[in-house]
């Protein structure tokens, strides 16, 4: 859990001096893709919508400045959802 907790968070300011998880956040390892490495809070997130993955946008994926980049979890494990494909 201790390599979780050293990324960087998706969505936080490039300019932020410390862009990494915050205490008492929940959060989940983006795997391979454009995201790779980078942390998704998913703090107040429904089990639905946890469970149901998210697209997120991104400007590094196959479709550029307005796409995105689909990412769901992984089964048997809570902490790592996996790159699904790249989306408009």
Do not use: S
Request: zero cysteines.
């Amino acid at each position: 859990m201790d390599e979780l907790m050293r990324g960087r968070v998706y969505g936080a300011d490039h300019d932020d001096p410390d862009p990494g998880p915050r205490p008492g956040h929940d959060y989940r390892e983006l795997v391979a893709g454009p995201l790779d490495g980078l942390l998704l809070d998913v703090t107040g997130w429904t089990r639905h919508q946890v469970e149901e993955g998210a697209d997120l946008a991104t400007e590094i994926g196959a479709y550029g400045p307005g796409g995105h980049a689909r990412y769901g979890p992984r089964a048997g494990d809570d902490h790592h959802w996996d790159w699904e494909g790249d989306t408009r």
